[in-house]
Nanobody, 119 residues
Framework: QVQLVESGGGLVQAGGSLRLSCAASGSISSINTMGWYRQAPGKQRELVATMTNSGSTNYAGFVKGRFTISRNNAENTVYLQMNSLKFEDTAVYYC?????????????WGQGTQVTVSS
């Protein structure tokens, strides 16, 4: 079983910064994509940023220049540095891990961490 444990959410004023962390454990392929999604109240879950084990990144347009994703492959950990936070960034942020192991595809989610930005 794959487990993802997130940390780092909280309450911050607009313009402030937060750093989210997510540690994965279990049987994980070294070839994988880790990333962050978010879901605001009444809205669908949306992509924030992803990063492959080889370092390729994909960012949502609304976070470019403000958020930076990084990872430590040896520790199966992914981070999201969030700067210049806006009120509309308020959401539950979910860590995601996707990989193929033999014929099986895995798509795992963390429990989510709340990020609240006060205006």
């Amino acid at each position: 079983q794959v487990q993802l444990v997130e940390s780092g959410g909280g309450l911050v004023q607009a313009g402030g910064s937060l750093r989210l962390s997510c540690a994965a454990s279990g049987s994980i392929s070294s070839i994988n994509t880790m990333g962050w999604y978010r879901q605001a109240p009444g809205k669908q879950r949306e992509l924030v940023a992803t990063m492959t084990n080889s370092g390729s990144t994909n960012y949502a347009g609304f976070v470019k220049g403000r958020f930076t994703i990084s990872r430590n492959n040896a520790e199966n950990t992914v981070y999201l540095q969030m700067n210049s936070l806006k009120f509309e960034d308020t959401a539950v942020y979910y860590c995601n891990l996707r990989f193929q192991l033999g014929p099986l595809g895995y798509n795992s989610w963390g429990q989510g961490t709340q990020v609240t930005v006060s205006s």
